[in-house]
């Protein structure tokens, strides 16, 4: 492919000829969207836009009739002697109400030493309960909670015969964000020398190994930035959506710079010009980045279609920290190389160095001379691996971890664990949304109260109690605790209990009268009853779309096909290690991981669609080389060797970059966070190693010249395929670019 006529080649020789003006532009372009974003802020989704099904709408709802009221309580447990009802416990009951009746951001307060209040009262006799509600929407709320919880903290201090704590949902989610940055920091700071130390080793000098983390760190920088005015648009998930863009990001912008720069290095090696090495680069590893980019992209579009505000607010993230990626690869790196030069290679590190100017990995050298002795043997062995690996997936079961898989060394799950244990089911209740015209009306008094007497003599379900109206009296708000943890057995069979019978059976016989559940069990079980209707349509999605791609690209109907079936067995066996890990229990202890029962359950799609776009990362760059070297002349057999040989040394390294990263995450203090990082970590590793350097090679080495087997084209295909074929022999047999 003439070098003057591809979209990377075009954008690299423009970059290279205005260097310092790709260069400024760029950083101008991070440092303004940086600001920008900084500026304008993200824009969060709110519990009532991430629900799903019946308990989104009751969310909507309450959200709607109670827009300033984020439930909190404090637990006030007497130690020793204190009891409720003792002078001791009494004061410090009053000396708290007082300190919270002073603040103007909390109302509805209720004491447990109102008449009328017993179910604040724990069954023990040793606990009692104070609610109240903070002013403010969910991101104000975090804002206003302060205040109570230092209200909180001197009644603690003033009284040391009882214990006094606070939990609530402006509470707890202050708390975890704060928990959730501290790791995504440490994540940060750990993995940048890291990958500096692995792209050393890469490219045996230290400019060459800084050049692409500079381009990954600004392209993260970029995308952050953007994403602020972005989510003013598709709100964004607050503590997590940073984190997936530093993980996508940072791995995709390393790797493109390092198949791009590897490349250009390797042709200066060869005796080409610089100008000349750089041309070629931009022509072969350039056009690589981009279908790559391309790929992947369209892998992570397919989570717009999970049916769920999250999966969207993470496809839109991964979409524009791949774009920003690929933007940068193709435009400021080529005028970074053509500044820097042979100077790229200061700073070199005299073992490494020498090492990579001998070319060609000799243990990757002998593993695919004898894979490709032994295609079919390879190919069993390989794929038989794989599948036993996969095979414990077909058991796996999806969890919503709840409370149970937080950090709880943290004061604030402390305190939830002591309420729990008081007040089962009481931090964390179900809440019944019933609408009506007037929910004072007699007829709607009356349900509501029927409806608490079934559910409490269900003994499924427990006090605490509680009935708000909302101003308008067009709603009310029904707090029932569960049985259970929240998510487990116990509370889905509660849950279904609510639902299923004491709602039709009370307030659903009051004619119009509406009656909704929402909660952390309810949201759970809507949410898993969402992915699992919408799995078969992002795979569909995701599969159909890297499939056209592919064979636009490669103009063969069998590359693409193998493509995804090599590229679900990496996913599969994926899948069957969170397994054994996570369910089965095996090494989950030196992850210092709890038992949550299972795997996340919005694990396996998320898991899907990110490893599909990252393995297209390297099975399209080593796919470009093998087209490359066929188009040149060799047959299919040799130009997978000469390709996989070539390529060997970039790919390992890109992948040991992401295995690294993804691995930090796997030691972070939230058991989601440890998935993420385990399933990717293994994913990457088992795609880099088995699937590209065993089962690539023997199924396209069984395959021969099948593997570019094409039916009867459409006529624009067709002279596509021709003028890209022709362009691609004369480039690589010109002498210069």
Known sequence: MSPRRNLAARAGGW??????????????????????????????????????GQSGRALRTYEAAFPNAEAEQVLIQGRGAARPGTPAFESAVRDLLARLGSLRTVGEIRSPLTPGNANLLSRDGRSA??????????????????AALAATAAAARAHPAVRIGEFGTASSNKALTQAFVKDFRKAEYTSLPVTLLILLFAFGA??????????????VFGALGLLGP?????????????????????????????????????????????ETALARAAATSGRAVLISGLTVMTAMAGMFLAGNAVFSSFAMGTMLVVAVAIVGSVTVLPAVMAKLGDRLETGRAPVIARRRERGQSRAWGFIVDHVL????????????????????????????????????????????DSIQRAFPGGPLP????VQASDVTAPAVRGGIERMAAVALASGQMSGPVSVSVSPDRSVAAVSISLAGRGTDARSNAALQTLRGRVIPATIGRVPRTSAYVFGLTAGS?????????????????????????????????VIPVTAIVLNLLSVGAAYGVLTLVFQDGYLRSLLGAGNI?????????????????????????????????????????????????????VVTSAAIVMVAVFSIFATLGEVAFKQVGVGLAVAVLIDATVVRAVLLPSAMKLLGERNWYMPARPAWLRGRVGTAGRSARRDVNAPSA
């Open 373 to 416: 002795a032994r295609p079919l043997l390879s190919l069993l062995l390989g794929a038989g691996a794989l599948l036993a690996l996969a095979l414990p997936a077909v058991r796996m079961h999806t969890v919503d971890p709840g409370t149970v898989g937080l950090p709880h060394d943290l004061p604030i799950m402390r305190t939830y």
């Open 430 to 433: 179900a809440t019944v949304v």
């Open 15 to 52: 970059s290279a000829a205005h260097r310092r003006t790709a260069i400024l532009g760029w950083l101008a372009f991070v440092a303004i969207a940086y600001l920008v974003g900084s500026a304008v802020g993200q824009r969060n989704l709110t519990n009532a836009e991430m629900g799903n």
């Open 597 to 649: 029962g299972g795997v996340i359950d919005w694990l396996p799609l998320f898991l899907f669609v990110i490893l599909f776009g990252l393995s297209m990362d390297y099975h399209v760059l080593i796919l470009s080389r093998i087209r490359e070297d066929h188009d040149r002349g060799l047959p299919t057999a040799e130009a997978v060797g000469h390709a996989l040989k070539a390529t060997a040394g």
């Open 230 to 274: 972005l989510s003013h648009l598709i709100p964004v998930s607050e503590g997590q959506i940073d984190s997936v863009v530093l993980l996508i990001g940072l791995a995709v912008g390393v790797d493109y710079s390092m198949f791009y720069l590897r490349r250009k290095l390797e042709e200066r090696h060869r005796g080409s010009d610089g």
């Open 206 to 219: 230290l400019v060459a190994a800084g050049v692409p983390l500079l381009l990954g760190l600004t392209a």
């Open 129 to 146: 309960l104070v609610t109240f509600r903070i002013a403010g929407d969910q991101n104000q709320a975090q804002r206003n909670v302060d």
């Open 525 to 557: 079980k809507d949410f898993n009853d969402t992915m699992k209707s919408h799995l078969p349509l992002v795979f569909t999605f995701v599969l159909g779309l890297a499939f056209l791609l592919l064979l636009v690209t490669f103009r063969s109907i």
